[in-house]
C-alpha cells in the first residue's frame, strides 16, 4: 500500500502489495568510485595449446572498438578458450571484465539482453531508477559508462545477433567478445567482427591434454582413444578422469569400440548427442550417493544452483551438499562458476535428466522439485521482511527442518541474495506452475514483489505477478488473488499503465467485497484512489480515499490510516485546499508515529512543509522540511532526502543563502546519482546563488 501513497518528493510506484518507497531500502548508491568489475569465471586448468586462436584474439584486442567472434560446435572449448585468454588479458583491461551466459543452447529460454544490461549496469552501480526496462535506455546508458574506460565484455553462448548487438561497447578502449554455436555472420558483416571458427584439438594437442588431465605418459592406445572421442576437449578431459590406468585406458577404448556406441554417436551431425556415452561411462562410476544427487541437480530450473538449492534438492545438509558438488566437480561433471556456485554444461545436463526421469520415481521427483521452492520461499520471504517489515507477507505453513535457513541478516545481503538468483526464481516459479504447485507459484513472486519494485525490475514484475494470479485462481484461493490482482496493478502502475492499473485494482476490489474481507478491500480501494489521483482525477481520488480511510479506521489500522491520511494531503494541495492539506498531514503525523512506521512519518514531515509554504508560513515550513531530512538521513531514504533538500533550499534561496547552497549542493549530488531529471533544475538554482 506505501508504496502508492504520497512522498511529497516525487511519485510512488503503484501496488499497495509494495507498500514502502523503493529507493528506501534499495542499499547504497553508486559512487563515483567503485570497485572495477572482473566477472570472469575460473579459467580451465591444463589448458593446451589454441595459440592462433589466441594470437588472433590478441591481434584484434588491440584495435578500437574490437569485437571478435568465436564459434564452433557444443564441447570444442569455445567458452573455456575465451575464459582462459581474458585471464591472460586482463592488464590490457585494467578498468575491469564483464561476463554473462546469454543460455543461446540451454534447454532454458535464451538470456534476453535486458537481463544481461541489468546485470552489467548492477555490476558498475549504476543506478537505473528512469530506465523503467527500456532495453535502447540501458544499452545507451551502458555505452555512456563504458566511454573512457578500457573493459572487456563477453558474451558467452549466443544464439541469435538480437541478444548481442545491446551489448557491444562503442568506447575505443573496449573489446567484446562473443561465443556461439552459430557463426553469427551477421556481425563480422554489419559490425566489422572479426569471426572465428574454433575447431576440435589437434591431435597430438588433445593427446597432451588427456596425459596432463590422467597422468599417464602418452601411447598409441591413448592416441586411439583421443580419436574416438573426436578431440572434443570436453571429451577428452571426462575421458581422462575416467582412465586413470592403462587398463581403463583399454577398457574404454573397446567400450567405444562397440558397433552400437562408438564413432556413429561422438561423430553424429547432432552435436548434442555426441557426449551420451561418455557420459554413461562416467556416470556408471560414480558411488550411489553421487549418481543420486547428479540425477537430483538435473530437476533444477535455472541457469546454476548454490550449494544451499542443491543441499535442498538433494534433501541433505549444506555440508554434505557441498562434498557431492565438489566430487561431481573433480569428476568434470559439474563445472563451479564461482564460489560454491555451479552449473552443468548442457550436454552433461541433458543426460542428468535422462537419468532423472528413467531412475528416480515421479513422487521423489515432485518431493525434490517442492523441497528446493520451499527453500526459495523460505528466503524471498526472509528479504521481504527485511525489506519491507511493516507489509503484510505470505503464509509460511510448511512443515520440516530446512538443509539451511536465510543467513542474510540486513538490507544489503537480501537483495545481494536475490539479485544473484533472480533468474533461477522466474523458472522455478515456471516449474512450480509445471508440477502444479499451485500455492508456490503464487507465493514466491508475491514473497519476492517488493525486491521486483527496488531493483525496477518491471518485465519479471509483470510476468510473475500474471503467474501468481493464474496460480491463485488454479489453487482457489480468493485470498491469494486478490493479492495477485494488486500486485499485478502495481505493475502496471510502474509504467505508467493506468488504465490497466485501474482495471486491475478495480477487479481486486470486487473480489474483496464478494469475499467479504474488509483488509483487501481497504488495500484495493486505496490502490485504486492512488490510480485515480496520477491521472489527476483528484474529486474522484478523494472521495476514494476517504472511503478507504473509514476501512482503515473499522479495523482500526493506525498504520494505515497513516497512509491515506497522507495521500489525502497531497490530493487537497493538488486541489489548491493547503488548509485542509495541513490537517490531513498532521493526523497523518501523529498516526505514523503512533505505529512507528518512519517512511511514513517522513513523508507526512515533507508535506507539511509543502502545506505551509502554500499557506506562506515560510518559517514553519523550513522547519518541517528540516525535520524531513533528519528522518530521511536516519532511514537512508535517498531519493525522499534529495527532494526533501530540494525544497528546503528552494525556500531559503532568498533569506538564508548559505543554507540553501548547502542543502541544493547536497540534493544535486543524490539526484545525478539517482539520474533524477530534477537535477537540472537544481543546477539553475545553485548557478542563481552565485
Request: negative net charge; aromatic residues 4%; charged residues 25%.
Given at each position: ?11 510512488r ?9 523503493a529507493?528506501s ?6 559512487r ?10 575460473r579459467a ?10 589466441i594470437d ?13 567472434v568465436?564459434?564452433?560446435q557444443a564441447?570444442?572449448g ?15 583491461f ?5 561476463y554473462?551466459?546469454?543460455r ?25 531508477d ?10 545507451a546508458?551502458f555505452?555512456?559508462l ?14 541469435r ?19 556461439s ?11 566489422g ?12 594437442d588433445?593427446?597432451t ?14 592416441t ?5 572421442c573426436?578431440?572434443l576437449?570436453?571429451t577428452?578431459?571426462?575421458a581422462?578422469?575416467?582412465?586413470r ?7 574404454l577404448?573397446q567400450?567405444?569400440?562397440n558397433?552400437?556406441?562408438r ?7 547432432d ?18 550417493a553421487?549418481?543420486?544427487a ?15 538449492s ?12 557441498l562434498?557431492l558438488?565438489r566430487a561431481?566437480?573433480?569428476d568434470n561433471?559439474l ?7 555451479f552449473r ?11 537419468r532423472?526421469?528413467a531412475e ?6 515432485d ?19 527485511l ?10 505453513d510448511?512443515?520440516?527442518?530446512p538443509p539451511?535457513e ?5 538490507n544489503?545481503?537480501?537483495l ?8 533461477n526464481?522466474?523458472?522455478?516459479v ?6 502444479r504447485?499451485?500455492?508456490m ?6 514473497a519476492l514483489?517488493?525486491?521486483?519494485v527496488?531493483?525496477?525490475h ?13 496460480a491463485a ?8 488473488e ?5 500486485c499485478l496493478g502495481?505493475?502496471?502502475g510502474?509504467v505508467?499503465?493506468h488504465?490497466?492499473a485501474?482495471?486491475r485494482?478495480t ?10 474481507d474488509?483488509?483487501?478491500e481497504s488495500?484495493?480501494?486505496y490502490?485504486?484512489a ?8 483528484y ?15 473499522h479495523?482500526?489500522?493506525q498504520?494505515?490510516?497513516?497512509i491515506s ?12 485546499k493547503?488548509?485542509?492539506?495541513r490537517e490531513?498531514?498532521?493526523a ?7 505505529a ?12 507539511l512543509?509543502?502545506?505551509?509554504g502554500?499557506?506562506?508560513d515560510l518559517?514553519?515550513?523550513a ?10 538521513r536516519?532511514t ?8 526533501s ?5 528552494r525556500l531559503?534561496i532568498?533569506?538564508?543563502r548559505?543554507?540553501a ?12 546519482l ?10 539553475r538554482l ?5
Amino acid at each position: 500500500m506505501d508504496a502508492n501513497r504520497g512522498s511529497s518528493g516525487g511519485e510512488r510506484s503503484a501496488g499497495r502489495a509494495n507498500e514502502v518507497d523503493a529507493g528506501s531500502l534499495a542499499g547504497p548508491l553508486a559512487r563515483a568510485e567503485s570497485p572495477a568489475p572482473h566477472q570472469l569465471p575460473r579459467a580451465a586448468t591444463c589448458f593446451t595449446d589454441r595459440a592462433a586462436e589466441i594470437d588472433r584474439l590478441n591481434t584484434t584486442a588491440r584495435q578500437e572498438s574490437s569485437l571478435a567472434v568465436v564459434s564452433g560446435q557444443a564441447g570444442v572449448g569455445k567458452s573455456a578458450l575465451v575464459v582462459w585468454w581474458a585471464h591472460q588479458a586482463m592488464e590490457q583491461f585494467p578498468d575491469g571484465q564483464l561476463y554473462t551466459d546469454l543460455r543461446g543452447y540451454h534447454s532454458l529460454p535464451p538470456q534476453r539482453p535486458e537481463e544481461a544490461l541489468h546485470s552489467f549496469l548492477l555490476a558498475l552501480d549504476a543506478p537505473m531508477d528512469n530506465l523503467l526496462g527500456n532495453l535502447d535506455a540501458m544499452a545507451a546508458k551502458f555505452r555512456s559508462l563504458l566511454h573512457g574506460r578500457r573493459m572487456l565484455i563477453i558474451a558467452d553462448n549466443a544464439r541469435r545477433i538480437d541478444q548481442v548487438l545491446p551489448l557491444l561497447a562503442s568506447a575505443p578502449g573496449c573489446c567484446t567478445v562473443v561465443t556461439s554455436r552459430s557463426n553469427l555472420e551477421a556481425l563480422e558483416i554489419t559490425q566489422g567482427a572479426s569471426c572465428m571458427t574454433l575447431r576440435p584439438l589437434p591431435q597430438r594437442d588433445a593427446v597432451t591434454l588427456f596425459s596432463l588431465m590422467s597422468g599417464q605418459a602418452e601411447s598409441q592406445q591413448i592416441t586411439d582413444l583421443i580419436s574416438q572421442c573426436g578431440s572434443l576437449p570436453l571429451t577428452v578431459r571426462i575421458a581422462a578422469q575416467q582412465a586413470r590406468t592403462p587398463d581403463d585406458v583399454t577398457a574404454l577404448v573397446q567400450d567405444l569400440s562397440n558397433t552400437a556406441n562408438r564413432l556413429s554417436t561422438l561423430s553424429s551431425p547432432d552435436e548434442e548427442t555426441g557426449m551420451h556415452l561418455v557420459l554413461s561411462w562416467s556416470y556408471n562410476g560414480l558411488t550411489p550417493a553421487k549418481a543420486r544427487a547428479f540425477r537430483l541437480l538435473a530437476l533444477h530450473a535455472g541457469p546454476d544452483f548454490s550449494t544451499d538449492s542443491a543441499a535442498a534438492l538433494i534433501g541433505v545438509p549444506r555440508n554434505a551438499a557441498l562434498r557431492l558438488l565438489r566430487a561431481l566437480k573433480s569428476d568434470n561433471l559439474l563445472e563451479e562458476v564461482s564460489d560454491r556456485r555451479f552449473r552443468f554444461h548442457d550436454l552433461i545436463r541433458d543426460y542428468a535428466q535422462e537419468r532423472v526421469l528413467a531412475e528416480e520415481p515421479e513422487s521423489e521427483r515432485d518431493a525434490a522439485v517442492r523441497r528446493e521452492l520451499l527453500h526459495y520461499l523460505r528466503h524471498c520471504d526472509r528479504a521481504d521482511r527485511l525489506l519491507v517489515p511493516q507489509r503484510s507477507h505470505v503464509p509460511m505453513d510448511e512443515e520440516g527442518t530446512p538443509p539451511s535457513e536465510p543467513d542474510f541478516a540486513d538490507n544489503a545481503g537480501a537483495l545481494a541474495w536475490c539479485d544473484a538468483e533472480i533468474v533461477n526464481l522466474a523458472a522455478a516459479v515456471d516449474q512450480a506452475m509445471r508440477h502444479r504447485m499451485h500455492d508456490m507459484a503464487w507465493k514466491v513472486p508475491i514473497a519476492l514483489i517488493y525486491y521486483l519494485v527496488v531493483r525496477h525490475h518491471h518485465a519479471y514484475r509483470h510476468d510473475l505477478s500474471i503467474t501468481a494470479l493464474q496460480a491463485a485462481r488454479l489453487d482457489r484461493n480468493d485470498w491469494a488473488e486478490t493479492w495477485a490482482l494488486i500486485c499485478l496493478g502495481g505493475a502496471a502502475g510502474a509504467v505508467g499503465r493506468h488504465a490497466e492499473a485501474a482495471e486491475r485494482f478495480t477487479a481486486a476490489l470486487n473480489l474483496s467485497r464478494r469475499t467479504g474481507d474488509l483488509k483487501w478491500e481497504s488495500i484495493a480501494t486505496y490502490n485504486l484512489a492512488w490510480t485515480l489521483r496520477v491521472a489527476g482525477r483528484y474529486e474522484e481520488a478523494y472521495v476514494q480515499q476517504k472511503r478507504a480511510l473509514e476501512q482503515h479506521r473499522h479495523e482500526d489500522d493506525q498504520r494505515s490510516q497513516a497512509i491515506s491520511r497522507n495521500e489525502l494531503g497531497t490530493i487537497s494541495l493538488a486541489l489548491g485546499k493547503p488548509e485542509q492539506a495541513r490537517e490531513h498531514c498532521l493526523a497523518a503525523l501523529h498516526l505514523a508515529r503512533v505505529a512507528n512506521d518512519l517512511l511514513t512519518e517522513a513523508a507526512a514531515l515533507h508535506q507539511l512543509g509543502d502545506a505551509n509554504g502554500r499557506l506562506q508560513d515560510l518559517e514553519s515550513a523550513a522547519d518541517w522540511y528540516s525535520q524531513a531530512v533528519t528522518l530521511r538521513r536516519r532511514t537512508d531514504d535517498r531519493p525522499g532526502l534529495a527532494h526533501s533538500l530540494v525544497e528546503l533550499g528552494r525556500l531559503r534561496i532568498e533569506s538564508h543563502r548559505a543554507e540553501a547552497r548547502a542543502a541544493l549542493t547536497e540534493a544535486l549530488r543524490l539526484l545525478e546519482l539517482l539520474e533524477d531529471p530534477l537535477a537540472d533544475e537544481v543546477r539553475r538554482l545553485l548557478h542563481h546563488l552565485q
